[in-house]
């Protein structure tokens, strides 16, 4: 299971800066590439970034593209996502889950409770 931990989300401001952590068990997590995704209120969860699996290949939405990166650290079973200049547009449930880099597809039907992330003017 891959899923959303602490330390992240919450509330931020706009311009402030976040960063997320997404935690892997029951898999080896080194295997897979990881991706986050949101989904703000009334609408459809949407890619945000991706990482391989062994870290040198990512992906970024156009959204967050120059204001977002993706790090891992397969020692500690953990992929990061870096958010600065955070907008109001950035309000959202973030989730992370195992995906394909090709497709950015989740590999598995398993989201977890994600985190929430507000950002406030």
């Known amino acids: 299971q891959v899923q959303v931990v602490e330390p992240g989300g919450g509330l931020s401001h706009a311009g402030g800066s976040l960063r997320l952590s997404c935690a892997a068990s029951?898999?080896?997590?080194?295997?897979?590439?990881i991706g986050w995704f949101r989904q703000a209120p009334g609408k459809e969860r949407e890619f945000v970034s991706a990482i391989s699996w062994a870290g040198i290949r990512t992906r970024y939405a156009d959204a967050v593209k120059g204001r977002a990166t993706i790090s891992r650290d397969n020692a500690k079973n953990t992929v990061y996502l870096q958010m600065n200049s955070l907008k109001l547009e950035d309000t959202a449930v973030y989730y992370c889950a195992a995906v394909d880099m090709v497709t950015h597809r989740p590999l598995y039907d398993y989201w977890g409770q994600g985190t929430q992330v507000t950002v406030a003017s």
């Open positions: 029951g898999l080896t997590f080194r295997n897979y590439a």
